[in-house]
């Protein structure tokens, strides 16, 4: 708002459907709300702010509303590349669009840098996944050499926290033309700012971190490029995929403690990581801080930290990981993650989880409470395993 005497501090939440309007609606003015809504708008121009975008971002009703959005700038019968263990709700959508012959869907690890090149360029053997729906190849074959229409970098992978070669595999993508567009829900981009790695399109659930207090459900995608935004605020106002005002006033609320909670909860994530390693009853850790981290080296070439999500897994299998998670009485046993409060779950409780993710891989959102507090409840339920 103005420095005027009078004026409030913030933005105002806006709740209106239509505008006063006489005569012509002209382009950019405010005619009706799935147009545009003055509550959208200090969202959009801070999270562009935060990726160096040089265009306004765009809100969306949920990420994979976002995703949906960012899926249509697929030319038809076209291919994208995806990580397969991208969001398990983001392979669902494009497996599902694939499906009904939008594109065709190549799965591959994307921390596998030669697979993805392969993929990319219609070289590859035939990833999982491949075929689905596919008009170009009806066999279901790979290496028909039709090039990749779009690459989806997600990294670091959820739940696997798979780091992808960022600069390497979008520069692979930019030569064959294709799209990149890069999931950044997990680091926020306080943690990793891929437009300046390669990315075209940068998605978010802003459900997660930006709104930071497990209280609304909503996505955004951020570009550069101004014909791409354009594209994508036309398939958000003829799809409709638009965020109640209120909501986004949340979300710009929780970016405000953006920097103050990634603070405190990649801290506190680092920490608990280290513990975690020393415990007979934890047979591996999945966090790109660790030294001996599969992702780390890249992690450090790419990210400005290494986020607040760990992944570990049970000497006892599943049952020694539902167990874990049944005696703890400070982490909220939930899906999700990036809120204030720390979550977790075993993921494979999810039945439409890839069979590629341990029986007993448990998921931690490192929320903001005291690291201490975190700590005494984790050693308190393994301690009675
Ligand atoms: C939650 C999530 C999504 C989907 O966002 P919604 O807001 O739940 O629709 C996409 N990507 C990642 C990495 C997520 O964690």
Redesign the pocket.
């Known amino acids: 708002p103005p420095r005027e005497n009078g004026s409030p501090v913030n933005p105002p939440v806006v709740l209106s459907s239509t505008y006063f309007g006489r005569g012509p609606v002209t382009a950019g003015g405010r005619g009706y709300a799935r147009y545009s809504n003055p509550s959208w708008e200090p969202f959009e121009e801070a999270l562009s702010e935060l990726e160096g975008a040089a265009e306004p971002g765009l809100v969306y009703s949920?990420?994979?509303?976002a995703?949906a959005s960012a899926l249509s700038l697929v030319p038809a019968g076209g291919v994208v590349v995806m990580p397969d263990h991208?969001?398990g709700?983001?392979v669902a959508l494009a497996e599902n669009m694939a499906e009904h012959g939008a594109f065709t869907l190549r799965l591959v690890n994307i921390a596998d840098t030669d697979a993805v090149l392969a993929q990319l360029r219609g070289e590859g053997p035939p990833a999982a996944g491949e075929g689905t729906g596919s008009a170009q190849e009806p066999d279901g074959t790979a290496g028909t050499g039709a090039a990749a229409n779009m690459l989806w970098v997600?990294s670091p992978t959820?739940p696997m926290l798979e780091v992808a070669d960022f600069r390497a595999v979008t520069a692979a993508a930019r030569e064959l033309g294709a799209l990149v567009v890069a999931?950044n829900?997990?680091s926020t981009p306080l943690v990793q700012q891929p437009l300046n790695l390669g990315a075209d399109v940068v998605?978010h659930?802003?459900?997660?971190y930006l709104a930071g207090h497990s209280d609304v459900?909503?996505?955004a995608l951020v570009t550069s490029d101004p014909d791409l935004r354009a594209t994508l605020l036309t398939h958000r106002s003829k799809h409709g995929s638009i965020a109640g005002p209120f909501e986004v006033w949340l979300a710009l609320r929780g970016l405000r403690t953006l920097a103050l909670r990634i603070e405190r909860s990649q801290a506190s994530a680092a920490v608990l990581a280290n513990r975690l390693l020393e415990q007979p009853q934890v047979s591996a850790v999945r966090y790109p801080g660790l030294s001996n981290d599969p992702g780390h080296a890249r992690a450090k070439a790419q990210m400005d930290g290494f986020g607040s999500i760990v992944a570990i897994e049970m000497v006892g299998g599943a049952a020694a990981a539902d167990a874990l998670v049944e005696r703890l009485q400070l982490w909220m046993p939930a899906t999700?993650?990036g809120g204030v409060e720390s979550l977790i779950e075993r993921r494979r409780r999810h039945t439409n989880e890839p069979e590629s993710v341990p029986e007993s891989l448990i998921r931690m959102s490192v929320g903001i409470e005291h690291v201490d507090d975190l700590w005494a409840d984790l050693a308190q339920a393994l301690e009675a395993l």
Not at 62 to 65: E, H, N, Q, R, V
Not at 205 to 208: D, E, I, L, M, R
């Open positions: 949920s990420g994979l509303g995703a991208s969001y709700g983001t997600e959820n999931d829900t997990f998605l659930s802003v459900t997660k459900v909503l996505g999700s993650l």
